[in-house]
């Protein structure tokens, strides 16, 4: 049974808006101990961007290179990163940011997003109009169910683009619960029950997705083959929502990315427009994209799960 559709399938409040600030902090704190835990500090330092020197370089050039180009009118071309949490958006972040042609504004950065969420369609446009940058990159992961909504109806000056980042699903699965635990699980669980029409999770998803979210059994699901669930409705609207067939519109494999940098860096510049350059791939090292194994998922959402990534790879390689 399909739970009843929400009154308004865009809407873009999520629960932890409405959550007070002590207890949003607390589970933000909790999540970073964990990962500290399990991950170890150097790999919260990357994830994070923490190191002072590594920051203070980047902020250099980009200084230099306004100084050098002072008489640049203001106006940027956005480029929106978007897919799924624990896809490896971190590794194409840290590589463009590398170049000071662009302006990247993350998930966490207050001026472009609140709680992970993108502040309103004004603002943003403001930040991408009057840029002094070529290039403002925005990382809206909780909005991708709005890609479309953004590159057609923004109403930005220059042509926007968005890059689609997707990863194998075990290795989302395993880092996702790593990370987050089994938020994955709670989420699609409210979901099945009829509820949870104002988290994120449940923005853009097809009735299909609904209808298969709450045909499983709740009570036995596992975090992982929830993940893996999550990894399967959310990156099913890259074909949902005809993105498929945009030109402005591009999907970048995490494990393309690490077998050969090059490659896939080269590929997401031309998209762009934008000169390749080796600074972008030197935190990358290369490396066969191999997982510690499959995971113990759930056979349905195996099947599905690997259908789609079929689809992916082969809409990638069109």
């Not at 930040?127 to 909504?149: A, I, N």
């Not at 997401?268 to 191999?290: D, E, N, S």
């Amino acid at each position: 049974m399909i739970p009843g559709q929400p009154p308004d399938r865009t809407l873009s409040t999520q629960a932890d808006r409405r959550e007070p600030w002590f207890w949003y902090t607390a589970r933000r704190v909790g999540r970073h101990v964990r990962w500290l835990r399990t991950q170890g500090l150097a790999r919260l330092i990357e994830e994070d961007e923490l190191n002072p020197l590594d920051r203070a370089s980047k902020r250099l050039a980009k200084w230099r290179w306004r100084l050098a180009h002072r008489s640049r009118p203001p106006g940027a071309s956005a480029v929106f990163l978007v897919g799924l949490q624990r896809s490896g958006t971190n590794m194409v972040v840290h590589g463009l940011e590398r170049a000071p042609e662009f302006e990247v504004f993350s998930e966490n950065h207050q001026a472009a997003f609140d709680r992970f969420r993108l502040r309103p369609d004004p603002v943003i446009r403001r930040l991408v109009d009057q840029c002094r940058h070529p290039y403002v990159l925005l990382k809206p992961l909780c909005d991708s169910h709005r890609t479309v909504e953004l590159l057609d109806d923004l109403g930005v000056r220059l042509p926007a683009r968005a890059l689609w980042v997707y990863r194998s699903v075990d290795g989302r699965a395993r880092s996702a619960v790593a990370k987050f635990g089994d938020a994955n699980l709670r989420a699609l669980r409210e979901l099945a029950a009829g509820g949870g029409w104002d988290r994120w999770e449940a923005q853009g998803l097809s009735p299909e997705s609904l209808a298969l979210i709450a045909s499983f059994n709740w009570t036995t699901m596992s975090p992982l083959s929830a993940a893996a669930l999550f990894w399967y409705v959310r990156n099913r609207l890259y074909f949902e929502l005809g993105m498929v067939h945009r030109p402005d519109v591009m999907l970048v494999s995490y494990d393309a990315m690490v077998t050969d940098p090059e490659a896939e860096m080269r590929r997401l510049c031309a998209f762009l427009g934008f000169p390749f350059h080796r600074r972008l791939i030197t935190h990358i090292a290369p490396r066969q994209a191999v997982d510690a194994g499959p995971l113990d998922i759930d056979l349905r959402i195996r099947s599905h799960c690997e259908e789609l990534a079929a689809k992916l790879e082969a809409a990638r390689s069109h």
